[in-house]
């Protein structure tokens, strides 16, 4: 895990150097110092160091990859800024969220801005070295991350109080809201180092596998952490009613009494610690915990057979490291 | 006018069918209304008609570049989406404003999805013989301008309340907010068209001008109107406290004793018509309405003198009507 560590510390600190540079110009102040805020605010930067691990790894430049690599962050940051307007969430690494801050007209804004922004950063990246049809051709992938990154905010939005969402129709909201994103990332890192058309492919695909791992993990982590792991109170996604794979898999095996049971817990906003206790019981009764981990793990396992594509470098071991990180993390 | 009205009608047809086609796969379907709603709605669908007479005149095919067209008028709806619920405006085209029929949640995901649509839809230009290098050039221009517009919305609810505005930097405002985007509609298809980069700087140049008289007519339309044409009540910008080249001549020119007066109306946002009528008549008094009026036309004249840069063409002429069309609509 300090590998990780390092390896994120080591991409992460050039990223935001280049994310606040771009940033710099922006005028007024106020939309200028909210479009930066949550980058100030640190983060672990997962997206770009991918998108500069998979550009390394297929052999191109750590230094021509760093603006889009930088691009895949803001996107995130974007994203982090308008899904806190609509879940009214007051907190984000630590710190008020955007809109706590400076009000939701502005966070808006603020999040408008950096999606702009990284579309031109990505464009800019012409004066790389990389030719005009990969610019393009990342540019496609940003654009395709980013109409899936909404599809599955309002997704997710539309699972509230539907308690029949299948688990087909969950992996869809999550490859959408989170993985597709983690994936764009890995893809466009190897457009940008040069890959051809198979490897571009392949780099997606483990991209997805463990951006569906990583979703997997942030469900499993709030029921099977503890607070100060987590920063959080454990099980607040069952008090907040949110579909995970464990409530999926949950409400599909529970008979008629225990799936009742269930569901009123998920429906009462206001559940005490002794409901939310009770919920964990029966996931664990039908199995349902392990279920996730064990769905989340084999996902991680074929992302790392995929690697095998990759000629051997320290980049493609970072890779795999990577792909453990996603499931061996605490927070 | 009615060769304009013509001129509009044409166009928009073709760019309807491109972006009701285009968002046709979102998915969820309350996603998909959503951001397809205003498009459905109508709308002048003046920037993308200059991104086509752009191209044309420059002697590109109308055909390809109809999706970077399209796009811009993606890119408006977006706008309008986020600007009605930061201004909380209830109607939008005479239907109820999207985040009114869905909540403000979903419409913030639908502008979000016709941004990231819009990106998504000149990258694709590419299949219509336009360069991978021509292609990233618009991309370029579309996600400058997406800054701009967000710049210049902060800009405007910085205005908010700020009586000592300088006519400079309201024109910086307006550039910002209203007349980016149609000089990079302009510029854009005159990219797309395969100008040369004189001539893409000039049509950029042509758009901010009429861009710049477009938002001035706006505010002018607001107080000399009549409620008919307008479609709202006159001098609502005035009930709001909007900052318009009006209020910042007027205030610049008037005595103390008349400026506290339209300072007080002006914060007032429950002013009596009785009070409107008084503020129109200080912008009179001190022939703020006709400077405006001036202003307007003074930059639809350079705007008509730099077409001159073309060769002729029914598409030159077009442009020549669509300038003057800015300041002569009635609505």
Redesign the interface.
């Known amino acids: 895990m300090s590998d990780v560590t390092e390896i994120l510390t080591d991409y992460s600190k050039d990223v935001k150097a280049v994310i606040e540079d771009y940033l710099s110009s922006?005028?007024?102040e106020?939309?200028q110092k909210s479009s930066v805020y949550l980058t100030e605010a640190g983060g672990k930067m997962l997206r770009p160091a991918l998108t500069l691990l998979s550009s390394q790894a297929v052999g191109g430049n750590r230094e021509d990859a760093l603006k889009t690599a930088a691009a895949f962050e803001m996107i995130h940051t974007f994203s982090l800024i308008?899904d806190d307007?609509?879940d009214d969430d007051d907190m984000r690494r630590g710190k008020p969220s955007v809109h706590t801050v400076w009000g939701?007209?502005?966070a808006?804004?603020a999040?408008?801005?950096l999606?702009?922004?990284a579309?031109?950063l990505v464009?800019?990246s012409?004066e790389d070295n990389i030719?005009?049809?990969r610019?393009?051709e990342s540019?496609?992938v940003?654009?395709?991350a980013?109409?899936k990154?909404?599809?599955g905010?309002?997704?997710d939005?539309?699972f509230e109080g539907n308690f029949d969402v299948q688990e087909e129709e969950y992996m869809e909201m999550i490859f959408k809201k989170t993985a597709a994103l983690i994936a764009g990332a890995c893809k466009a890192g190897a457009i940008v180092g040069g890959a051809d058309s198979e490897v571009i492919d392949a780099m997606y695909e483990y991209g997805r596998l463990i951006g569906l791992a990583f979703q997997i993990q942030d469900d499993y982590l709030d029921v099977i952490s503890d607070e100060k792991d987590l920063g959080k109170p454990v099980g607040s996604d069952i008090v907040e009613g949110k579909m995970t794979l464990m409530v999926v898999k949950a409400l599909s095996e529970a008979n008629e009494e225990d799936k009742e049971k269930l569901v009123k817990i998920l429906s009462d906003p206001e559940s005490p610690q002794e409901d939310v206790d009770i919920a964990i019981d029966l996931f664990n009764k039908y199995g349902s915990i392990e279920y996730a981990h064990d769905v989340a793990l084999s996902n991680v396992n074929k992302a790392k057979e995929i690697l095998n594509i990759l000629p051997n470098s320290s980049s493609k071991d970072a890779l795999a490291l990577l792909a453990d990180f996603v499931i061996e993390r605490k927070s």
Do not use: N, R, Y
Request: proline residues 5%; contains cysteine; hydrophobic residues 50%.
């Open positions: 922006i005028d007024p106020d939309l308008h307007i609509m939701e007209p502005l808006i804004l999040g408008d801005t999606f702009s922004k579309f031109g464009i800019t012409k030719s005009a049809d610019v393009a540019l496609a940003v654009a395709d980013c109409v990154i909404c599809e905010q309002a997704l939005m539309g």
